[in-house]
């Protein structure tokens, strides 16, 4: 075993070399700058980090005003770039940039290479999933514009062996209470062939009754079915795990005494999943709502509490089921993890130009703030807030609770599961200067 480097844990050759290379690959291509660019490098540098923040200021607009404003702010976001690329082609210094730049890029691979095998995420652990002997799968023929019928996911599993229970009729149905009728006629898996909010309501039975979970990712967007590895541009590839599955243990999220398995989300995005022209058009509407939400000229006053930590008056805040990676500037992303035990929150709270080119620096960006916890407590200004659980919309007496149930939920995957994900770690150069110049044994 190699020695500890001043708390960021042991290292083996391999990492040390990786992070060398990472090191000399950076200097190079400062080096290859300095030589062939002399004092130019200095001009040219501050009109990328320029056009970085015109781009940003840009976008920022985009997302913040209407009509004329908007639409001058996208001819900006697409021609701050263009005017980068124009700069440092004037001055001859085009092919010295491109060196440089997969300099760069070969350090930052080399570096994340190092990290991630200094301190990746293991995998969740997964055992061998049983033999069913009555799976009952529940079917919504609507979710994801039809995708139960278009990749025959009830004629394939009927031949696998399993029930099947369409949501059919004029009204809504009941989904718990559906569940919980399979269960007690005999059912030893429950299944769900829809939408995040739908395999939410089926998940909770299970759970509470340690039933096996099956997802089959018929929905529009499935995030759950995504952090789980499943594919979802083939829904019906999640049928093979009746057959050639393993066991995974969740957790399971509530708000509210309601079940999530994504997250739930309060503000300027709650208002926008409000709308009833949402589910029909996601990005015209939230283009249309966003503007007066993030300016805060509408919604509640919201604050939070996730553990210690406390959130003031965020325009947006998302809870969700173990936290998102950090690398984009929303908070959202993936979850390499769904069993931490512990609750993401992420607020948003962005009220310039300034503020919204900052969000670029993603998890150190000065208007965003996140925390983990056991439990989130989410209060407003009014009695009753909007908010969105796994995208559905709805409306909660606040305070709000919000809680997990660690590996609450027993969820059978395929065996081989393409989408599996690890995240990679930020790019950390101080740390990769510490592997690079530690020595081993």
């Known amino acids: 075993m190699e020695p500890s ?8 050759r391999g990492q040390r070399w990786l992070a060398r290379a990472s090191l000399a690959s950076a ?59 124009m700069e440092y082609t004037r001055a001859r210094l085009t092919w010295v940039v491109l060196v440089s730049g997969a300099l760069w890029l070969l350090a930052a691979g080399a570096g994340r290479a190092a990290l991630a095998r200094h301190k990746a995420p293991e995998p969740m652990p997964e055992q061998p999933a049983g033999k069913f002997r009555r799976p009952v799968l529940i079917m919504n023929p609507r ?13 394939t599993a009927n031949a696998l062996g399993a029930e ?16 919980h009728k399979c269960a007690a006629g005999g059912a030893d898996l429950l299944g769900v062939a829809g939408g995040d909010g739908t395999q939410a309501l089926v998940a909770e039975v299970a759970a509470a009754l340690d039933l096996p979970f099956l997802v089959i990712p018929a929905g529009t967007r499935n995030h759950f079915a995504l952090d789980l590895g499943l594919d979802r541009d083939d829904p019906s590839t999640a049928l093979s795990a009746l057959h050639d599955g393993v066991e995974l243990r969740v957790d399971l999220g509530r708000a509210g005494g309601r079940p999530f398995v994504n997250n739930v989300s309060f503000g300027a995005y709650a208002e926008v999943v409000q709308s009833p022209a949402y589910r029909d058009d996601k990005t015209r509407t939230t283009l249309k709502l966003l503007p007066d939400l993030l300016l805060g000229q ?11 930590h406390e959130f003031s008056e965020p325009q947006a805040l998302l809870v969700s089921n173990n936290p998102y990676g950090t690398k984009d500037i929303a908070g959202l992303g993936r979850r390499t993890r769904l069993d931490g ?11 310039s130009a300034a503020q919204a080119a900052g969000l670029l620096r993603g998890g150190q960006a000065a208007g965003l703030d996140r925390a983990t916890a056991s439990s989130v407590v989410v209060d407003a200004d009014q009695e009753e807030i909007p908010a969105g659980i796994d995208g559905e919309a709805v409306h909660l007496s ?12 027993r969820v059978i995957v395929p065996r081989k599961r393409p989408g599996a994900y690890r995240e990679r770690p930020r790019l950390d150069w101080r740390l990769i200067g510490r592997l690079g110049l530690t020595s081993g044994r």
């Open 5 to 12: 480097m001043h708390g960021i844990g042991p290292s083996t």
């Open 27 to 85: 200097a190079a291509a400062v080096l290859v700058l300095g030589v062939f660019a002399g004092f130019k490098t200095f001009a040219l540098l501050g009109v990328g980090l320029a056009g970085l923040a015109i781009t940003a200021a840009a976008v920022w607009w985009i997302l913040s005003r209407r009509g004329l404003p908007r639409i001058l702010a996208v001819l900006l976001a697409l021609t701050a770039p263009i005017w980068v690329v």
């Open 143 to 155: 979710s994801g514009g039809g995708k139960v019928h278009q990749f025959q996911l009830r004629e």
């Open 164 to 179: 099947v229970v369409l949501l059919e009729g004029p009204g809504e149905t009941d989904v718990a209470a559906l569940a």
């Open 298 to 308: 509408q919604g509640a006053r919201l604050t939070a509490r996730a553990g210690e």
């Open 341 to 351: 035990g512990v609750l993401g929150c992420v607020g948003v709270r962005v009220t």
């Open 398 to 409: 606040v305070p709000v609770h919000c809680e997990v149930r660690p590996r609450a939920l």
